[in-house]
């Protein structure tokens, strides 16, 4: 580890902590529909939207409504990216003439991309016309987005409001979310990005010759291997640049390219990748300002908004130093950090961002439900590569997904002070409002969902051959590539471990399924809890209440989402990444 | 295979909503608060 890049991760953190304020604000008068400096442009706008739509602003949803409203958009919206997948071909912007996605691929990226997962068992680059790039997946990285943000203002209203069973209009949530948070951050953004070299194009791929032709093996249809000398090279083109805002300010994660954020064109300087980072925490961190200016008690947002930065900055430090410390094996080779290489363990990273930038942007990227790469976190030592798997595990609440960060922690409020409640003898309250049984068992559906999905399509990949066939890696490492790929998907997060062949059939759809489970029935539970908050009157203080305002609180929260992720995963990570750690410091690698 | 997949999003989204009903269901006649 270094002061450098010690110093990075320090700025990342102050940058976040700064911009926390001003953005909250921000997110809160526009949900609170008080006046903001883009009304002048947007209202009418927006008033447009609803004439031609026939939403009715002033129509406030119960919980059930807003519910049923938000998967009727969302089931919509993944059958037409489905159709434009499945039609690509015969649709315009398609210079490169790619063919229709097969159903498997097509359904499972739909999926995908409709619950801000944004899994990719595809490259894009050679599978994806810019059509579907466009009108499908970014298309989806601002809606679901968008849907993620209305979830969440839906649950500080049930926090904040009292006696009434009305969360919001989930069309004008939604509708007011892309017009003043999405769009003109992206609008700017994308810019920034084109400034430091993204590309930003509708041109048919570009075919250049190389200054010095390889020979390369080819093994042909008959099995026999032939050489062959390549004197060109394919460069793919496209939209890049307004794609890559959205992919992380929305925290979607999905990559124009193949290769992500390892990419040049999505990634060509060390500015724009710390800008990335800073767009992925930023929704996620503002909102706990949001949520404690809605709810009266702005000291409340601050201390949930310090149990993330405790479990953020022991993520990072962990991955850190785990990467830092290079690969015990490679005896005699120099891994120290010098004028001339970063150091540590760098297969699988950028040279460009070296250790600190990888660590932090793995972390960064896990903790929000991202998954947008900067390097591959399946070449990341054991205990490296289980910092990711971790941040999902403990269901992204470490500032966490647009919207899905912030409902995610209410979620682990209410058991943390169910427990506290428990500890004392007393009914819990939560902001002045009385935790009973039903919103206990509200929020244990919303957290079992993703257990029960993650290990009981893990168990089913690692005992049967459709499964394990497409495993590249022997002994725990392949059992934490199938890990991985569940808690990506259950947790909504996206990133791959790499190494494990996703584009099949199996693993297709059952990834899918497991996106679609993560989500939605974690949002549905999540929202009964907000209709039930909503109707509840306030109960003044008293001297047993627990105040959710202090060190206290933020300690017992951030004990709390770390229990239940031990309780629950303990036993999954003995045996993939620990395990892999034990082994590998005896001398075996996999 | 179209058919297929586009009948699975279907039924999981009827789904989904049988589970909002079921939600609901479940908070229906539990007691008031007490205060």
């Known amino acids: 580890m270094s002061a450098n890049g010690w110093f990075q991760i320090g700025v990342f953190l102050l940058v976040i902590f700064l911009i926390t304020k001003p953005l909250g ?49 969302s089931g919509v919206s993944m059958g037409v990216l489905y159709l434009i997948e499945r039609m690509q071909k015969f649709l315009p912007l398609n210079p490169q003439r790619f063919a229709n996605l097969e159903p498997g691929l097509a359904f499972g990226t739909a999926a995908s991309f409709t619950t801000n997962t944004n899994w990719q068992a595809y490259s894009g680059e ?55 948070v999405l769009l003109p951050i992206c609008l700017i953004g994308s810019l920034v990005f084109v400034s430091q070299g993204v590309i930003q194009n509708l ?69 724009s990748n710390f800008f990335q980072l800073v767009l992925i925490f930023a929704i996620p961190s503002a909102l706990t300002y949001t949520l ?22 022991v993520g990072v430090t962990t991955a850190y130093w785990a990467e830092a410390r290079g690969n015990p094996q490679l005896v005699g080779v120099n891994q120290a950090p010098i004028s001339s290489q970063s150091g540590g363990n760098m297969e699988g990273k950028e040279v460009r961002f070296g250790i600190a930038n990888s660590a932090l942007f793995a972390t960064v990227t896990t903790d929000a439900s991202c998954g947008a790469i900067n390097g591959q976190h399946d070449s990341f030592t054991p205990l490296g590569g289980m910092v990711p798997l971790i941040n999902i595990m403990l269901g992204e609440v470490v500032f966490g997904g647009v919207g899905a960060g912030l409902y995610g922690i209410v979620v682990f409020v209410i058991l943390a002070v169910f427990i506290a409640g428990l500890m004392v003898g007393r009914t819990p309250e939560y902001l002045g409002k009385k935790i009973e049984s039903y919103d206990v068992k509200m929020a244990m559906l919303a957290i079992l969902i993703l257990t029960f999905t993650i290990l009981g399509f893990s168990a089913l990949a690692i005992i049967k051959p459709f499964g394990t066939s497409s495993i590249s890696n022997p002994g725990p490492h392949g059992l934490s590539q199938v890990l991985y790929a569940y808690v990506s998907s259950a947790g909504n997060n996206g990133s791959a471990f790499g190494g494990l062949n996703a584009n099949t059939m199996w693993y297709n759809t059952s990834t899918a399924i497991a996106q679609l489970l993560g989500r939605f029935f974690m949002i549905i539970p999540v929202l009964a809890i907000a209709g039930s908050l909503a109707k509840k009157r306030i109960v003044p203080e008293s001297v047993g209440t627990f105040p959710v305002t202090g060190g206290l609180f933020s300690g017992l929260l951030v004990a709390t989402i770390v229990i239940v992720g031990a309780l629950t995963f303990f036993p999954a990570l003995s045996l993939g ?14 | 295979m179209d058919i297929i997949f586009i009948f699975a999003t279907v039924l999981f989204f009827a789904l989904a909503i049988l589970y909002v009903r079921g939600c609901e269901l479940l908070g229906k006649g539990r007691p008031h608060e007490h205060s």
């Open chain 1, 292 to 313: 404690g200016r809605m709810t009266g008690s702005q000291r409340h947002g601050w201390a949930v908004w310090a149990a993330m930065a405790v479990l953020f900055f």
């Open chain 1, 126 to 180: 050679s599978t994806m016309s810019y059509l579907t790039q466009m009108a499908g997946l970014a298309y989806h990285n601002f809606a679901s987005a968008a849907v993620g943000i209305a979830v969440a203002v839906a649950v500080i209203r049930g926090i904040a409001r009292k006696e009434t069973d009305k969360l919001g209009n989930f069309w004008v949530d939604t509708t007011r979310c892309l017009l003043w």
């Open chain 1, 203 to 271: 041109k048919p791929y570009t075919t250049v010759e190389l200054i010095e032709p390889q020979t390369v093996q080819v093994t042909g249809a008959d099995g026999k291997t032939t050489a062959q000398t390549v004197t060109q090279q394919v460069i793919a083109q496209g939209p890049v640049a307004s794609q890559e805002v959205i992919k992380e300010f929305g925290t979607n994660g999905g990559g124009f390219f193949g290769a992500n954020s390892a990419h040049p064109f999505e990634n060509p300087t060390p500015f």
């Open chain 1, 25 to 73: 604000v921000f997110l809160a008068r526009v949900f609170s529909g008080e006046k903001t400096f883009l009304d002048t442009v947007l209202r009418p706008i927006e008033k447009l939207i609803y004439r031609l739509t026939g939403i009715d602003e002033s129509h406030e949803m119960r919980w059930t409504e807003y519910a049923i409203a938000m998967l009727l958009f």
């Open chain 1, 577 to 590: 990444p620990i395990l892999e750690h034990l082994l590998m410091a005896a001398g075996k690698s996999f």
